[in-house]
T-cell receptor
Framework: SQQGEEDPQALSIQEGENATMNCSYKTSINNLQWYRQNSGRGLVHLILIRSNEREKHSGRLRVTLDTSKKSSSLLITASRAADTASYFCATDPSGNTPLVFGKGTRLSVIA | DVKVTQSSRYLVKRTGEKVFLECVQDMDHENMFWYRQDPGLGLRLIYFSYDVKMKEKGDIPEGYSVSREKKERFSLILESASTNQTSMYLC????????????FGQGTRLTVV
């Protein structure tokens, strides 16, 4: 069952611009995570935000969480060509269940 | 660093073959997962295991089985491969449920001809 839905499906920006991706989900969660996937590779964890947190930063990444709207956003500031990848949100529905992933946003950063 | 290793990056098998995909993690994680990834469908959970010899069905278990005889190894078995099982298969592990950070292998791109 797909819990998270990322928006947009694809995003193309110039190097140096900011990239914002959104994720909406359906049920209550323990936490929400963002992952990155380079073409044809496995996923790499970027950041985890717990349900009682509203904002979290890690380097050029900023994640927000609005549990009342069941949504999250990932902001990548000052993007680089190396940020080109697919980005997935993953939710952890309450209870002992595995992560449920969205379909991802394909980000292209043009040098 | 946690390492999750999948036995093959690319695999080509014939329809009807029994296929084994192996996954090994080196961080003593309790939980291991198998996902498949298809264009436009994202990652879908096939099976997961929260302990040795324990397994739980995910969203799309049909046509698959799993084995976890040792804590570090989780195998996905395609009993009789079919062309609709051509996909990218991703193994992951995590320390605990509710889920902490998941660590993924590099993926196995399986083609069934």
């Amino acid at each position: 069952s797909q819990q998270g839905e990322e928006d947009p499906q694809a995003l193309s920006i110039q190097e140096g611009e900011n990239a914002t991706m959104n994720c909406s989900y359906k049920t209550s969660i323990n936490n929400l995570q963002w992952y990155r996937q380079n073409s044809g590779r496995g996923l790499v964890h970027l950041i985890l935000i717990r349900s009682n947190e509203r904002e979290k930063h890690s380097g050029r990444l900023r994640v927000t969480l609005d549990t009342s709207k069941k949504s999250s956003s990932l902001l990548i500031t000052a993007s680089r060509a190396a940020d080109t990848a697919s980005y997935f949100c993953a939710t952890d529905p309450s209870g002992n269940t595995p992560l449920v992933f969205g379909k991802g946003t394909r980000l292209s950063v043009i040098a | 660093d946690v390492k999750v290793t999948q036995s093959s990056r690319y695999l080509v098998k014939r329809t009807g073959e029994k296929v084994f995909l192996e996954c090994v993690q080196d961080m003593d994680h309790e939980n291991m997962f198998w996902y498949r990834q298809d264009p436009g469908l994202g990652l879908r959970l096939i099976y997961f295991s929260y302990d040795v010899k324990m397994k739980e069905k995910g969203d799309i278990p049909e046509g698959y089985s799993v084995s976890r005889e040792k804590k570090e190894r989780f195998s996905l078995i395609l009993e009789s491969a079919s062309t609709n099982q051509t996909s990218m298969y991703l193994c992951a592990s995590s320390l605990s449920l509710p889920s902490t950070e998941a660590f993924f292998g590099q993926g196995t791109r399986l083609t069934v001809v």
